[in-house]
Every structure is written in structure tokens, then in C-alpha cells.
């Protein structure tokens, strides 16, 4: 009697070359995006002279300009296919960047901030509900969903390390610089798009853009992941916010802020694969969401903690980068997961709307934070609690999660 043959393992799949491409977007966008941002707040504070509540209010509006309205550029991609979302998209960034580059007014800057915010609004649903889509083909042709995820959240990252270093050079003349050169990275994009993306992805279903959306609000257990990831999209928000409050405490100046950054990026470019390796042979969906969350508020504790012994300089620049750290780790953790999750969610044909709405529900959350988080901070507070009160929200977000 003879065995039979051990079949060899099966090769690991390969990406399509569209889910490279829109992985590559992913790259783009970043580096002309996050040239600009960082910047912003000591921009709006210093140079146009706002309160801190109003810049918490004009970061939060920005927020909720792009993921509060993701969920309109999600239905829109449902009805028209990515191509038409995702070109409108971009040039409206361009013009947005431009404009806010020339804005020396409150009215002006909002109006900027809030194209800037719904350009984003348009591609990125677009490019995210479709990379999702496709990391579910992926995973029938033997690949893993969550690989795919952790390679798009690598992509963005590897763009937001780049990014602000190419516009801390840039300031070095002014923040209009700044803008003009975001604006041209998308002129780029669009040219590139324009001759690469395809005009129809084969298995992508066109609906109407009514209905869905009463099937989508009685869905309890999508309603709790928006929650939750909203919670996380605040506290990760504060990297604009109140990371850039402690920096310009502890050492007097911002300089050190585009290193942090660089260093959460170079974190996740690499260790977010590892990670996700690591997760996905260890725990749940919904176990890697509370891990995450828990770091985060971690992350928070640990500045609240240092925060009595007033420590500057060089000393003082360690809690943000614990914190940084502990933020980049509970990220690695959330984002990919939460994405990953929305297809096991979402309606047939209508993944667009429910990864816009994913956003959308945050992006709210975030809108209503920011301007309670900018108050904290300029309300002359005991140093820690600002903090401590930052910690409890990821933490309290564990409840939301939902069982799969």
C-alpha cells in the first residue's frame, strides 16, 4: 500500500496589478497631504492668530469635512465606479491647497480647509472600499484579507514619513510653500490616474444611489465598530492637537515635531506586517480592536503621568515619544482590522457607502472632540488631567466593540 503524495503548500498569492495601484495611491496621497498638516496648527495659532479653541474647531472641521462626508464619496463610487470619484477628488485637493496657501482670514482658511477635507472625501472612500473589495478576491485566490489591509495601512504611512519631512524643508520658507508643493504632488497624482486607472473594474457592481441607507442605520453591529473606531480616530487626531501643545512646552519650539511623526510612520512601514502576522495567528478581530484601544490609552497615561514633573529639553521630549509609540502600536492593531471587518458588514453592492460611513460616524466624533479637547488644553487645568481624560476615551471605547 502506498501513501499518497504530499501536496506542496500553496504559493502565497500575488497582488493584482490593480490592488498595486491603488496601494500606490495610497503612497501618493500621503506625501502631498501630510506635507501640509503637520504644520497647520502652529500655522493657524502663530501666523493667522486663532484661539486654541478655534484651531481645535478648524483641525476637528477639516476631520469632519473629509470623514464626516466619506460617506457621500462612498455612494457616489457605488453609482459611478473609483475613475470620476477619485479624479474630481484630486482636483479638488489641488485647488483647495492652492487656495490655502493665499488665506489670511478665519473664512478664508475655513473655506480652504474644508475643500481640502471633502476632496478626500471623494478619492479616499473610493480607493478604500475598492481595496477592500479586492482584498476579499485576494483572500479566495489563498491570500489574507488583513495582508492586504496592513500593506494599504504601510503605504499611507510610508507617505506621512515622507511627507512631513519634505514640508519641514519646505517651511523653512513659509507655509505657502508648503501648500504649493502639496498641490503640485496632486497635479502629479491626477496626470498619473487619469492615464492608469481603469474606466471599469471587472466584478464591481453600479446601484442606485437611494437605498441602503435604512438597512445601514438599523445595522447595530456596524453602528458600534463606527463608534469604536471613532474613538480611536480622536485620540489619533491629537497628534495634531495635543502633541504639538506638549512639544512646544518641553522644548519651546515645534523642530522636534516632524521627527515624532517620522517616527510613528517608520514604525508602522516597518512593523505593521509583522504585527499583522503575529495578530492574525493570535487573536480575533475583536480582541485586536480592544488591544489597540488600550495601548492608545496607555499612550495617553503616560504623558499625564510625567506631566507634574514639568521635565524640558531633551528629558521632556521622552513621554511623546512613548506616547507616539504606544499611539503607532494601538494603530497597527485598529486601522487595518476595522477595515478589514466592514465587508463582513456591509450590504451587497453597497461596500462603498458602508466603508464612507465607517468615516463618516467617526469623523463626527472627532469634530465634537477636537473643540472639547482645544478647550482643555487652554483652559488652565491641572497639567495632567487633560490627558487623563484623553486616556479614558480609547479605553471606554472597548465597550463598543462589537462581537463577531
Same mark, same amino acid.
Given at each position: 500500500?502506498?501513501?499518497?503524495?504530499?501536496?506542496?503548500?500553496?504559493?502565497?498569492?500575488?497582488?493584482?496589478?490593480?490592488?498595486?495601484?491603488?496601494?500606490?495611491?495610497?503612497?501618493?496621497?500621503?506625501?502631498?497631504f501630510f506635507a501640509v498638516l503637520p504644520f497647520l496648527s502652529a500655522h493657524l495659532g502663530q501666523s493667522v492668530g486663532m484661539a486654541g479653541w478655534l484651531v481645535g474647531f478648524v483641525l476637528g472641521l477639516r476631520t469632519f469635512s473629509q470623514q464626516g462626508l466619506f460617506v457621500v464619496g462612498g455612494a457616489l463610487s457605488d453609482r459611478y465606479g473609483i475613475r470620476p470619484v477619485v479624479l474630481a %477628488?484630486?482636483? *479638488?485637493?489641488?485647488?483647495?491647497?492652492? =487656495?490655502?496657501?493665499?488665506?489670511?482670514?478665519?473664512?478664508?482658511?475655513?473655506?480652504?480647509?474644508?475643500?481640502?477635507? #471633502?476632496?478626500a472625501a471623494l478619492f479616499s472612500p473610493a480607493v478604500e472600499s475598492e481595496v477592500a473589495? $479586492?482584498?476579499?478576491?485576494?483572500?479566495?485566490?489563498?491570500?489574507?484579507?488583513?495582508?492586504?489591509?496592513?500593506? #494599504? !495601512?504601510?503605504?499611507? $504611512?510610508? %507617505?506621512?514619513? +515622507?511627507?512631513? *519631512?519634505? %514640508?519641514?524643508?519646505?517651511?523653512? +520658507?513659509? #507655509?505657502?510653500?508648503?501648500?504649493?508643493?502639496g498641490a503640485g504632488i496632486f497635479v502629479l497624482v491626477l496626470a498619473g490616474h487619469?492615464?492608469?486607472?481603469? $474606466?471599469?473594474?471587472?466584478?464591481r457592481q453600479r446601484v442606485r444611489l437611494k437605498g441602503g441607507w435604512g438597512t445601514l442605520i438599523r445595522n447595530h453591529r456596524f453602528l458600534a465598530l463606527c463608534c469604536a473606531y471613532g474613538a480611536y480616530l480622536l485620540a489619533y487626531n491629537q497628534l495634531y492637537l495635543a502633541l504639538p501643545d506638549e512639544v512646544e512646552r518641553a522644548t519651546g519650539s515645534q523642530s522636534a515635531l516632524a521627527w515624532l511623526f517620522a517616527l510613528s510612520s517608520l514604525l508602522v512601514v516597518t512593523a505593521q506586517l509583522p504585527v499583522t502576522r503575529w495578530v492574525g495567528s493570535r487573536l480575533s478581530l475583536r480582541r485586536s480592536m480592544v488591544a489597540g484601544l488600550l495601548l492608545i490609552g496607555t499612550g495617553f497615561a503616560v504623558v499625564a503621568v510625567s506631566r507634574p514633573a514639568d521635565w524640558t529639553g531633551t528629558a521632556g521630549?521622552?513621554?511623546?515619544?512613548?506616547?507616539?509609540?504606544?499611539? !503607532?502600536?494601538?494603530?497597527?492593531? +485598529?486601522?487595518?482590522?476595522?477595515?478589514? =471587518?466592514?465587508?463582513?458588514?456591509?450590504?451587497?453592492?453597497? *461596500?462603498?457607502?458602508? !466603508?464612507?460611513a465607517l468615516s463618516s460616524v467617526s469623523g463626527l466624533i472627532v469634530l465634537l472632540g477636537s473643540s472639547v479637547t482645544g478647550s482643555l488644553l487652554d483652559g488652565g487645568l491641572p497639567a495632567a488631567l487633560p490627558w487623563l481624560l484623553l486616556a479614558a476615551v480609547p479605553v471606554a471605547a472597548v465597550g463598543l466593540v462589537p462581537r463577531r
Open positions: 500500500m502506498t501513501s499518497a503524495p504530499v501536496a506542496p503548500p500553496r504559493p502565497a498569492a500575488r497582488l493584482s496589478p490593480l490592488l498595486r495601484l491603488l496601494i500606490l495611491t495610497q503612497l501618493a496621497f500621503n506625501i502631498g %477628488g484630486c482636483v *479638488l485637493r489641488i485647488a483647495g491647497f492652492a =487656495w490655502l496657501g493665499y488665506a489670511e482670514r478665519t473664512a478664508a482658511v475655513i473655506g480652504a480647509v474644508l475643500l481640502i477635507g #471633502f476632496a473589495r $479586492q482584498a476579499v478576491v485576494h483572500e479566495e485566490s489563498g491570500g489574507q484579507r488583513t495582508r492586504v489591509l496592513a500593506l #494599504f !495601512t504601510v503605504a499611507g $504611512q510610508a %507617505g506621512a514619513f +515622507v511627507g512631513p *519631512l519634505l %514640508g519641514a524643508l519646505l517651511l523653512a +520658507v513659509d #507655509f505657502r510653500a508648503v501648500c504649493l508643493a487619469a492615464w492608469m486607472l481603469p $474606466q471599469r473594474i471587472p466584478g521630549l521622552v513621554p511623546s515619544a512613548g506616547f507616539v509609540v504606544l499611539l !503607532t502600536f494601538g494603530q497597527m492593531l +485598529v486601522a487595518p482590522v476595522a477595515r478589514a =471587518w466592514v465587508p463582513d458588514l456591509a450590504e451587497e453592492g453597497r *461596500l462603498g457607502l458602508y !466603508t464612507g
